[in-house]
């Protein structure tokens, strides 16, 4: 029979559970956790961020009122659908009899427990969260005293809890405010072992940066290591100055390797990029072209009042082309259905953009890129750099590409042999603009030179079409007025 009590507890209490972020995942890695056992929560409020396999996002919790528990501290893979914090949604009420069930797994990090007041925490500042379907609702972060029914742990238990909530070892007391870095950062000294609170800011208004945490991971000198006789005895064959430790001497060096988890954006590249390359018979044909007219074309461009406030660079030239080139071979433009032993062409084109981000290399896509102006295909290029760079995409900008375009060129590379994106056909690699000696009308003379790769899957792109694709995309670039003539 239920008791007045439990009726009590299951009201008072509420549960937020992972959700699925994205498309079917079914697992997230908690970044850090921006609230703690006690303080004030609202419907909205950013309560943590996690990384999926395809990006990072801040989660709000969908109700109101203060903080019980946290399930799992930072740096835990949580499945999808596992209770990640408890909510006392009626904290006026008075203590229940009992806490909420604990979860059917247990905890890696139960939340402290204290009788003693906790001070107010100020609220992280300046930042703009990427909820996922709730609003925004701004609040400051307090924390609440616990009433006294409870027993608290000792106070060296109470630490290493802590310690272990934050992600940083078992020991650590949290400190009153919390160090200022970015989410890059704070990734960066959890992967080396570094404890934030330590490190000593050099950046504006005392943030955090790559470089400090860098300078925090280099061992410090370590003085002349004494010799000693090692535990073990080398044999007795072995000369006297074999007989020095040599393992303090490698302690004085640092560590000689640093092992990092594969996990989230990073474990979902190399599944994806392994499954692509012993799934799909990859092609890859190559073509050097003159481009000094399209440069030309760049400069005009970015005097055209028409262009004004968007980025023009080569790679909005790059991309007309290739949806050019699509446009005029649309077979190219397809996928293999396994299961039904079908091509299927598709009519529009979700043109993906590689770029290089703090947590790997994702692939955003422009839809139905087809049908975009040049000024508005400039804009979508924009946004789109700009928001992976920020660490902001979300799994649905990600979804559904079609062909992708990467630009190795942006670090002096001459070309490449791209892997296609899985279940996409085709996949251009641009290089390194450089200026060359060329033949131009009989004379040898100074060009702008650069070199084109098309990776794509012979299943359904035979040699004739990726062959008329990829020189059409050259052609193009050649002569840029064939945008014109051919669209």
Request: hydrophobic share 45%.
């Amino acid at each position: 029979m239920t008791t007045m009590t439990e009726t009590t507890n299951a009201a008072r209490f509420r549960e937020f559970k992972m959700p699925d972020v994205g498309e079917g995942l079914t697992e997230a890695e908690i970044l850090k956790w921006f609230v703690q056992p006690g303080d004030t929560v609202t419907d909205g409020h950013v309560v943590c961020e996690v990384e999926t396999a395809k990006a990072a996002v801040e989660l709000p919790i969908p109700f109101d009122g203060v903080v019980h528990e946290l399930r799992f501290g930072e740096g835990t893979t949580v499945d999808v659908g596992q209770v990640i914090i408890v909510v006392d949604v009626a904290p006026d009420s008075g203590d229940a009899a009992a806490d909420p069930a604990p979860a059917s797994e247990p905890a890696s990090a139960p939340a402290p427990v204290s009788d003693e007041p906790v001070a107010e925490a100020e609220a992280p500042k300046g930042r703009t969260p990427v909820l996922v379907g709730y609003g925004v609702a701004e609040s400051s972060t307090k924390r609440r005293a616990r009433k006294g029914t409870e027993t608290a742990p000792p106070a060296a238990a109470s630490a290493a809890i802590q310690g272990e909530m934050n992600g940083h070892g078992t020991g650590a007391v949290v400190p009153e405010a919390r160090p200022l870095a970015k989410p890059p950062v704070r990734k960066l000294a959890k992967d080396l072992g570094i404890d934030l609170a330590t490190v000593s800011p050099t950046g504006e208004g005392g943030v955090i940066t790559r470089e400090d945490v860098h300078a925090a991971a280099t061992p410090a000198p370590a003085p002349e290591p004494v010799r000693e006789q090692p535990q073990i005895p080398a044999p007795t064959s072995a000369p006297a100055a074999d007989q020095s430790p040599a393992p303090a001497v490698v302690a004085s060096m640092g560590a000689r390797e640093t092992r990092i988890p594969v996990k989230g954006v990073r474990k979902a590249i190399a599944q994806a990029m392994v499954g692509s390359a012993f799934t799909a018979p990859h092609v890859t044909e190559f073509v050097t072209v003159d481009v000094t007219r399209t440069m030309k074309l760049v400069a005009e461009l970015k005097e055209d009042k028409e262009m004004a406030g968007v980025r023009v660079n080569p790679l909005l030239i790059i991309a007309k082309a290739l949806l050019v080139a699509i446009k005029r071979h649309p077979e190219v433009n397809a996928a293999w259905d396994e299961a039904n032993q079908e091509i299927v062409q598709k009519h529009y084109v979700n043109l993906g953009i590689a770029a290089a981000t703090p947590r790997g290399l994702i692939v955003p896509n422009i839809k139905d890129a087809q049908e975009q102006t040049l000024p508005q295909l400039a804009a979508s290029l924009g946004e789109l750099v700009s928001t992976a760079r920020d660490g902001k995409t979300s799994p649905a900008a990600m979804a559904g590409g079609t062909v992708t375009i990467t630009n190795v060129g942006v670090f002096g590379v001459d070309t490449g042999t791209p892997i296609l994106n899985p279940g996409e056909s085709a996949i251009l690699a641009v290089g390194a603009i450089k200026l060359q000696p060329w033949v131009h009308k009989g004379k040898v003379k100074p060009r702008q030179v650069t070199t084109l790769a098309l990776s794509f899957d012979h299943r359904l792109v035979d040699g004739e079409l990726g062959s008329k694709v990829l020189a059409d995309v050259a052609a193009i670039l050649e002569q840029p007025k064939r945008l014109i003539t051919w669209a």
